[in-house]
């Protein structure tokens, strides 16, 4: 467990308070970070985010068609639905009307 407990402090300083308790650790995420931590994890976030919306501007239309499709067989087989009259409607009536100026 020891080894572990080394093993991800060395990839990462944040995690550098554990906890070993019944053979579980567990990370004390803000035990040490101070404003520069905090700006580097935002940051390195951030970096992550802007891959991920490169890497959908270059999926093909077909790619998003096959994964919308697969969300909606999922949440089908979920047994979840949507209701009838949630007022999504009157909001778009809404906006038209600010969109017109009225």
């Known amino acids: 467990m020891h080894f572990l407990k080394e093993f991800i402090c060395s990839l990462n300083p944040v995690f550098e308070t554990l906890h070993i308790k019944r053979d579980r650790i567990f990370a004390c995420y803000n035990a040490s970070m101070n404003a520069a931590d905090v700006r580097f994890y935002r940051e390195r976030w951030k970096a992550v985010e802007e891959i991920e919306r490169q890497e959908l501007r270059a999926m093909s239309i077909e790619k998003h068609w096959k994964q919308l499709n697969a969300i909606m067989r999922f949440a089908i ?5 949507r209701g009838d009259d ?14 017109e100026g009225k």
Do not use: I, T, Y
């Open 77 to 81: 087989r979920m047994g979840w639905k």
């Open 86 to 99: 949630d007022g999504e409607m009157e909001v778009f009536l809404r906006w038209a009307k600010l969109k």
